[in-house]
């Protein structure tokens, strides 16, 4: 696996090692969040040796200078990493293979401003998950 240089770490102010550059175009390039067990796995077995508190250290560096996000979701409750894209997001959790999807669409927006104007409450953020399960873990289910 040929990964390319980040041009992202050194505008972070973030020496641009290997490592840190081989861990940050993993999470960049996964369409969902990536657990550090995953990143581990994956840049081993693609010729790229580090080990698993290398990765940690590095996610903490890149979750520090915002260029990943950490997220919690509770299946597990593990920690998973995606890049950081400054971008709103909610996300689908399937229960059958523990994949997650990615919702762009925000639906709490108008929500959020109706609760404000309620009990002048002030909104700072909100998360939202969903879980269920994937067209692929539906099918096997009714079969
Ligand atoms: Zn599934
Ligand atoms: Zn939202």
Do not use: W
């Not at 240089?5 to 861990?23: A, F, P, W």
């Not at 996610?59 to 997220?71: A, E, H, N, R, W």
């Amino acid at each position: 696996m040929k990964l390319k240089e980040s041009n992202e770490l050194k505008q972070s102010g973030l020496k641009n090692t290997k490592h840190r550059n081989d861990v940050f175009e993993l999470i960049k390039k996964s369409e969902q969040p990536v657990s550090a067990e995953y990143i581990f796995s994956e840049l081993n077995k693609n010729n790229c040796p580090i080990n698993l508190s290398t990765v940690y250290r590095i996610l903490d560096t890149l979750c520090l200078s915002d260029l990943v996000t950490k997220i919690n979701i509770d299946t597990e409750n593990k920690n998973l990493y995606e890049y950081n894209c400054m971008a709103h997001r909610h996300y689908m959790v399937c229960l059958g293979c523990d994949k997650i999807l990615t919702v762009k669409n925000c639906p709490l927006q108008d929500y959020e401003k109706q609760l404000i104007d309620e009990t002048d409450f002030v909104i700072t953020g909100h998360k939202l998950v969903m879980y269920g399960y994937c067209p692929q873990c539906k099918q096997q289910q009714n079969n």
